[in-house]
């Protein structure tokens, strides 16, 4: 048993680090959306002659601006940044939304009651996250590839693809909620009996 409270407590700092890691990570986002709208927002001239900017989107380039001159028009530029800006702050969500699920999961562990009652409610939400999350992202992606597309800084959309290995740790973490339901049963009893 203090093998697996030593454990939870480890996991849960690395669960608290990641969630100060995403607080951070939006504070970052914020201020990079500032400087990139200070950008927009400065006439053409303002701009430095050596100064290039170029995204890239997985396989493709998008050029913003190269020696100094706009490559794309400034609303293409500002519905990039927009909605890049979304799918980063929605990725970051998800991962807090994940930590916060985990910390829960942890805290009756760390105390060396793994099997209290509620813990396998709290992994059965970890397992719908899991789920929800493996079927978003990905129209999230295919939704920012269609914007891409209209603003031609992409030839194509992404496909659409949903992974197996979401699917299947959901499918696990269900099964892991269930074990922790008959741990709750058996713990319940073994209380009543004392």
Do not use: W
């Not at 939304?97 to 396998?120: D, N, Q, T, W, Y």
């Not at 709290?122 to 597309?149: D, E, M, N, R, W």
């Not at 693809?161 to 099964?175: H, T």
């Amino acid at each position: 048993m203090e093998k697996l409270t030593k454990t939870a407590r480890v996991l849960d700092v690395l669960a608290k680090i990641l969630f100060i890691f995403c607080i951070v990570a939006i504070c970052m986002l914020i201020a990079a959306n500032i400087f990139m709208a200070v950008a927009v927002s400065l006439p053409i001239d303002d701009l430095p002659k050596g100064l290039s900017m170029v995204f890239n989107l997985d396989d493709s380039d998008f050029v913003v601006f190269e020696n100094g001159q706009f490559m794309v028009t400034k609303q293409q530029f500002a519905i990039y940044v927009l909605s890049v800006s979304i799918t980063e702050a929605i990725a970051v969500v998800i991962l807090m939304i994940g930590a916060k699920l985990v910390r829960r999961i942890l805290s009756p562990m760390k105390e060396g009651r793994p099997f209290e009652e509620g813990i396998s409610d709290i992994i059965k939400k970890f397992g719908h996250f899991v789920l929800a999350a493996t079927v978003i992202c990905p129209f999230i992606q295919y939704l920012l590839s269609t914007v891409f597309i209209a603003i031609g800084a992409e030839p194509e959309p992404l496909p659409i693809s949903i992974s197996g290995e979401g699917i299947f740790a959901a499918i696990v973490i269900y099964l892991i909620s269930y074990i922790f339901r008959y741990g709750e049963e058996l713990q319940k009893q073994a209380d009543e009996t004392l």
